[in-house]
């Protein structure tokens, strides 16, 4: 069964560092996103794109964010100076249908700790 | 705007029922359930989408009510897999992001 798959499962960075989270999403999917759930709280929206651009954004996706598709099957999410409150899960999800019109697969997540 | 789910949390004994509540202050498009367990990604259980539609999924069903811009998830006979966090994500225009809500943390024991 075909799978949303993300590296690195788990990152410790220093605050002030970068940061790129990985994703590879389910191949014939078109819509990507990423969430993101601080510990035991909600997941959060931060990002979708589409056709090579971001299509919508929450206000937690600031200038420090960004995300690119470099090569076709990757989608990535940087993060450039990290926050302590940046610590948290990010969710890489793919679909193949119009956002909020079908399912989302999410990946195992990325926990980033900030230190 | 994120919508408001009720309870919080919920304890049941194996083959207790439960509802899960999710409501907005907007119109929708459509609902999305999903459930995540401790240390796992979100699984998506279903979707609702205008029309006040219900859907079934094992013993697990879910109603969609246009007008009070609410859905109600039910899980009838529990059973202790069903333990986890079930998050209601809603859709105001057909075309955007899911938000989801805080999420109701539900713990099904022996």
């Known amino acids: 069964e075909p799978e949303v798959t993300q590296t690195p499962s788990h990152q410790v960075t220093q605050m002030g560092q970068e940061v790129i989270l990985h994703c590879v999403p389910i191949s014939n999917h078109l819509y990507f996103y990423w969430y993101r759930q601080i510990l035991g709280q909600k997941v959060e929206f931060l990002v979708s794109f589409y056709n090579n651009e971001i299509s919508e954004k929450s206000e937690i996706f600031d200038d420090q964010f960004s995300v690119e598709r470099p090569d076709g099957s990757n989608f990535t999410l940087k993060i450039r100076s990290t926050k302590l409150e940046d610590s948290a899960m990010y969710f890489c999800?793919?679909?193949?249908?119009?956002?909020?019109?079908?399912?989302?697969?999410f990946g195992e997540g990325s926990r980033l700790t900030v230190l | 705007q994120q919508p408001v789910q009720s309870p919080q949390a919920v304890i049941l004994r194996e083959g207790e029922d439960a509802v899960i509540n999710c409501s907005s202050s907007k119109a929708l498009y459509s609902v999305h359930w999903y459930r995540q367990k401790h240390g796992e990604a979100p699984v998506f259980l279903m979707i609702?989408?205008?029309?006040?539609e219900q859907k079934g999924h094992e013993k697990i069903s879910a109603s969609f009510n246009e007008k009070k811009q609410q859905s109600s998830l039910y899980l009838t006979a529990s059973q202790l897999s069903y333990s986890g966090t079930y998050f209601c994500g809603t859709d105001f225009r057909g075309n955007t992001p899911l938000v989801f809500g805080k999420g109701t943390r539900l713990s099904v024991i022996a």
């Open positions: 609702l989408l205008k029309g006040g």
């Open positions: 999800a793919s679909s193949g249908n119009l956002p909020g019109t079908g399912e989302l697969f």
